[in-house]
């Protein structure tokens, strides 16, 4: 194999190549350097898809999906003229679902690039204080809460994050991006060895569209995602382990009950 197509290149990210096509590949991006980087934030990218949708992932399949629906009404429509232009609509859908995911990933947008460009600056700037990391401390985390959510036009809960380790420490309101509602809300946590953790919320973008995002920004691991709701980019320099436990608390909670932030496979 002397030429790798970027097809070969994605599938190898997806783990999806036999052990004598893997070798070949990376022996070709040992020699190519671009084309490491590029199969590595691919496989970064992967993770952090499954990192934000591992509980809708574990759901079943709902009834609309199941095959012997999905063939049943293939087959009813074959007697219409439009019948077959609509089962291959209904199976390239479902053929896409995956790559509809990763499309906002490997095309991101410049909304959301300035906001995690906020976040990552934000979050470098507080965690390093120490009396005035945050504006209102976690003693007083219901006028926190009511506070923000005031200020961002939406109702913003304070994540609990025990499970993964961490506290709250407080949160303060930021200027923001004028898309984004001109405002924004940095909520700090931290771990019983210092670490910090910060998530940065703003009010829904103009067009209200779902996106998912991952960067590495100045040392920093950030998970962004969007939808008619808010914006929010969780950033730290936590192992990625950890960093990918914290995400994913954050958004479950964050999002829970809202429907504007379901995957669309969901039934």
Request: charged residues 20%.
């Amino acid at each position: 194999m002397s030429q790798i197509s970027r097809d070969q290149l994605m599938a190898y990210a997806d783990g999806q190549l036999s052990p004598d096509e893997r070798t070949a590949v990376e022996a070709y991006l040992v020699a190519n350097a671009d084309a490491a980087a590029e199969v590595a934030l691919l496989q970064r990218q992967n993770d952090a898809i499954r990192t934000l949708f591992a509980p809708a992932g574990a759901e079943n399949v709902p009834v609309r999906l199941k095959p012997q629906r999905l063939s049943a009404e293939i087959g009813r429509r074959r007697g219409q003229p439009w019948g077959w232009a609509a089962a291959a609509v209904v199976l390239l859908g479902l053929g896409l679902g995956a790559g509809w995911f990763a499309r906002p990933l490997l095309d991101p947008n410049p909304a959301s690039a300035t906001l995690i460009a906020d976040a990552v600056n934000a979050h470098a700037v507080y965690v390093a204080e120490n009396r005035h990391a945050v504006e209102v401390g976690s003693d007083d985390s219901e006028h926190l809460s009511t506070w923000l959510s005031n200020r961002l036009d939406t109702t913003l809960g304070m994540p609990d994050l025990t499970a993964q380790g961490f506290s709250l420490v407080g949160g303060r309101l930021l200027p923001g991006e004028p898309d984004a509602g001109g405002r924004a809300a940095q909520l700090m946590y931290e771990d019983a060895s210092q670490q910090r953790v910060t998530i940065y919320v703003t009010a829904a973008l103009p067009d209200g569209k779902p996106a998912y995002q991952f960067a590495s920004q100045d040392g920093a691991e950030a998970f962004y995602w969007a939808n008619a709701r808010i914006t929010c980019t969780v950033v730290g320099t936590l192992p990625e382990a950890q960093m990918k436990a914290v995400a994913g608390a954050v958004y479950s909670q964050l999002t829970e009950g809202d429907v504007s932030s379901r995957p669309p496979y969901r039934g």
